[in-house]
């Protein structure tokens, strides 16, 4: 196998401080930072933070698409004046589309830096929580417009 490196590899950013166990009186290692602390200090706060523009972004594409919904497109070239104002209908939903495809992108970046600054020891570690926090993004921002439609808007006409 090419490349192969075991889960329990201890990973080469580790930041750790070395001491004595007391009770094997052997040399060990001891993280310097706290992987939980920086976690939940660091890594939710700006998570959410991302979550939160999700939200918005939703929130606008869809009061831009209340906003013109009901409108013809002689209205629509009155109130706008734009080339192509009979497609503007539609300009929320590329908006929509544009934005998760944006949102996940740059979040895979920031999830990747926020896992280094957790200071995992292996490499099972660091997977495991890179895996979880783009999974769950990758979720809330797929599936948050239907969720929205389903429970907060109600519109199925």
């Known amino acids: 196998m090419r490349d192969f490196k075991d889960p329990t590899t201890e990973l080469p ?29 660091i890594g939710v706060p700006i998570t959410l933070l991302f979550l939160s523009f999700v939200f918005a972004t939703q929130i606008l594409t869809r009061s831009v698409y209340l906003s013109y919904k009901d409108k013809t497109p002689e209205e629509l070239a009155e109130q706008i004046n734009v080339p192509f104002s009979q497609y503007f209908k539609f300009w929320p939903a590329m908006v929509n589309t544009a934005a998760l495809i944006v949102f996940e992108t740059i979040y895979k970046r920031v999830a990747v830096k926020l896992v280094l600054v957790e200071n995992h020891r292996t490499e099972e570690e660091f997977e495991a929580s890179l895996s979880l926090k783009i999974s769950l993004f990758q979720f809330f ?17």
């Open 141 to 157: 921002n797929c599936y948050l417009s239907s969720f929205l439609i389903a429970f907060w808007y109600k519109d199925f006409a």
């Open 13 to 41: 950013t580790f930041k750790c401080s070395y001491g004595v166990d007391k009770n094997l009186k052997s040399p060990w290692k001891y993280k310097k930072i706290n992987s939980y602390g920086r976690m939940l200090c």
